[in-house]
């Protein structure tokens, strides 16, 4: 079985703080992929980012940064100099691997971050 | 290029009836996937649709059902309406199942509500 862990449910921090997100997983599969989705009031799930879990290079984006750990099992997002549009919910998310195991996303219970000016 | 549509946005519905909602994937996507989401339960895999074929689906019960038309498109379908079905109901497209593409893109959702 599959199951993703957002132990933080709500994160309030001033702009310009840094914060850091944090996702813990748990798989059985060798092949797998993480991701982060941001949903915005609107309802809609953006999509962050997309790691295979062969490739534990950190990756930076701008303002965003992400540290894969399989030793840990953990795949967290930091968000440096967050801005008020940065308040959303974020969530993690890990899909199986392999090109038949289909398009099904575990998900994480979210990150409800506040961004206050 | 236009994103995943769905439709309608907004549904109200009423113990014992049922509801059809509709999502169109990206343009060239084949898999379209559907997903609840609620306060307590979270985001939750309903069921997957590739090239006209369920191929998974979720722990949900018979209520729930869905199809894939030929042009990828795709309806859901919740029959007895019940309390509990209200949430927000997310579609999602992927290209396909490789590496290079299996980034689910999601809709804005439609939120039931069931009063």
């Known amino acids: 079985a599959q199951k993703v862990t957002q132990a933080q449910t709500e994160i309030s921090v001033v702009e310009k703080e840094d914060v850091t997100l944090d996702c813990v997983y748990e798989t059985r599969d060798t092949t797998y992929y993480l991701f982060w989705y941001k949903q915005p009031p609107s309802g809609e799930l953006v999509f962050l980012i997309r790691r295979n879990s062969f490739d534990e290079q950190n990756e930076i984006s701008g303002r965003y940064s992400w540290n894969f750990q399989k030793s840990t099992s953990s795949f967290n997002f930091t968000i440096t100099a967050s801005q008020v549009v940065d308040s959303a919910v974020y969530f993690c998310a890990l899909k199986r691997g392999g090109e038949t195991s289909g398009s099904r996303l575990t998900f994480g219970e979210g990150t409800q971050l506040t961004v206050n000016p | 290029k236009a994103g995943v549509t769905q439709t309608p946005r907004y549904l109200i519905k009423t113990r014992g009836q049922q509801v059809t909602l509709s999502c169109s994937p990206i343009?060239?996507?084949?898999?379209v996937s559907w997903y609840q989401q609620t306060p307590g339960q979270g985001l939750q895999f309903l069921f997957e649709?590739?090239?006209?074929?369920?191929?998974n689906k979720g722990n949900f019960p018979g209520r729930f059902s869905g199809r894939q038309f030929s042009n990828s498109r795709s309806e859901m379908n919740v029959s007895t309406l019940e309390l509990g079905d209200s949430a927000l109901y997310l579609c999602?497209?992927?290209?396909?199942?490789?590496?290079?593409?299996?980034?689910?893109?999601f809709g804005a959702g439609t939120r039931l509500s069931v009063l």
């Open positions: 649709y590739f090239s006209e074929t369920q191929r």
């Open positions: 343009s060239g996507h084949r898999s």
């Open positions: 999602a497209s992927t290209l396909g199942d490789t590496l290079a593409k299996n980034i689910q893109y």
